[in-house]
């Protein structure tokens, strides 16, 4: 253990070196001259903010890490979530990638490489130990062995490094299909943990760890359509204007990994997680039916309004448009807000129902035997106590 804290500290050492060093890359990369003529300003603004939220992701990668190293320094898990924070806040979020080329610009793709081979072995057994520190079952440590031996074997392998940032080969795809089932068998196991081996309290912890995922990952891969439309656009033609705006969701997407494992770590407010869950697949499915409601109602009227020859219709559209909205927002979420506690949250729709049925019955029953009765039977289908008794204080200034 002495040997584990004395390496956190070169680590950490290391980590700000780089972070500073970064500093002049991010600078030449907030200046570059090669950004399209449409919306100039607005291409500068993004670049600064994305350097902004890169250097936050790893300023709060670092912070989170030094938080759990001098908080929970004797848990094992809560040790090596600390060292996988320091190599995310450097590999991941940006500053490597804006060290290297600066400083050492024969490097080439080398950032990418880490982050695509090197930084996948950690998260493969980040994922299979979490959130105890412990292999279970014992034989999950093979997956280990084998994603250690990949990593060693693509430097065997692999010749060209650019292969692996193309995946241009079959080698190179090859271990890239071999770490995504990899890391497909590191999320069954922990599907498996999860209804054998985890307690109450573990499973709250499992449960921030896969919103963070869920919701990190859902963020990256719309960000990546746009990324991917650029990498293949033609050598001569130079970027769109929005080309800088893809940044500014790619940093954020990674900023929430780092502060799920650690608030799961920390267990702060765990027993929340349920609700935050419920909120963002609500106002997800609000969004999207919003949104196209929204479309549906501009391309109607404006068919409408083409039909009726109605001059300059845009400002009439936009309106009718808004106010529709706005008269959706509030029921659209009820009735999706008691689907999902219908389908996913059985215990708390069942409960409400029983409320909303005892208070009508206070409403219109005078009978305290009938009232009292209807109570007790609220309490056991809503807590479902062991046993219940209820008692009447009897008010001294009444007279029998």
């Known amino acids: 253990m002495r040997f584990a804290r004395a390496f956190w500290w070169v680590m950490l050492v290391a980590s700000l070196v780089i972070l500073v060093g970064s500093l002049p890359g ?25 350097m902004l939220l890169s250097l936050a992701s790893a300023i709060l990668s670092l912070a989170l890490a030094a938080l759990l190293f001098f908080k929970k320094q004797t848990d094992r898990m809560a040790l090596f979530l600390s060292f996988y924070l320091l190599g995310y806040g450097i590999l991941m979020v940006g500053p490597l990638e804006h060290f290297l080329p600066f400083w050492f610009p024969a490097s080439g793709n080398l950032a990418v490489i880490l982050q695509a081979v090197l930084f996948a072995l ?7 130990i979490f959130p105890n520190g412990i292999f279970a079952p014992r034989w999950t440590r093979w997956l280990v062995v084998a994603a250690g031996a990949l ?25 890239y299909v071999a770490i995504g089932v990899l890391l497909v068998i590191s999320f069954g196991v922990q599907f498996y943990r999860y209804f054998k081996f985890y307690s109450p309290l573990e499973r709250q912890q499992a449960k921030w760890v896969v919103y963070g995922f869920v919701v990190s ?40 990994q780092p502060l799920a494992f650690t608030l799961a770590i920390l267990r702060a407010r765990l027993w ?19 949104a196209l409601i ?11 309004f083409a039909r009726l020859a109605v001059g300059q219709p845009n400002e009439l559209v936009t ?29 708390k729709y069942d409960a409400q129902k029983v409320l909303e049925k005892f208070s009508q019955t206070v409403r219109d ?26 008692w009447l204080k009897k008010d001294k200034s009444s007279k029998d």
């Open 26 to 50: 991010y600078w030449m990369q907030v200046n570059r001259s090669d950004l399209a003529s449409d919306l100039l300003i607005v291409q500068r603004v993004a670049l600064w903010l994305g």
């Open 122 to 128: 950690p998260t493969i057994v980040l994922i299979l």
């Open 151 to 175: 990593m060693l074997s693509t430097f065997f392998v692999i010749r060209d490094p650019d292969e692996i940032v193309r995946g241009s080969t079959f080698t190179a795809a090859s271990i």
């Open 217 to 256: 990952y859902v963020v990256l891969m719309l960000v990546s359509i746009p990324y991917y439309y650029l990498q293949n656009l033609p050598p001569a033609m130079p970027f769109p204007w929005w080309a800088a705006l893809g940044g500014l969701g790619w940093w954020l997407g990674l900023m929430i």
């Open 272 to 290: 929340d997680i349920d609700i935050i869950v419920r909120r963002t697949v609500t106002y997800a499915v609000i969004t999207l039916l919003l």
């Open 294 to 304: 929204y479309f549906g109602i501009v391309i109607s009227l404006q068919q409408i």
């Open 319 to 347: 309106a009718l448009s808004t106010l529709a909205l706005a008269a959706l927002f509030v029921p659209l979420r009820n009735k999706i807000q008691g689907a999902i506690d219908q389908r996913f949250n059985r215990k």
């Open 365 to 390: 029953e005078t009978d305290l035997e009938k009232l009292t009765g209807e109570l007790i039977n609220v309490v056991h289908e809503t807590m479902q106590p062991r046993s219940v008794t209820l």
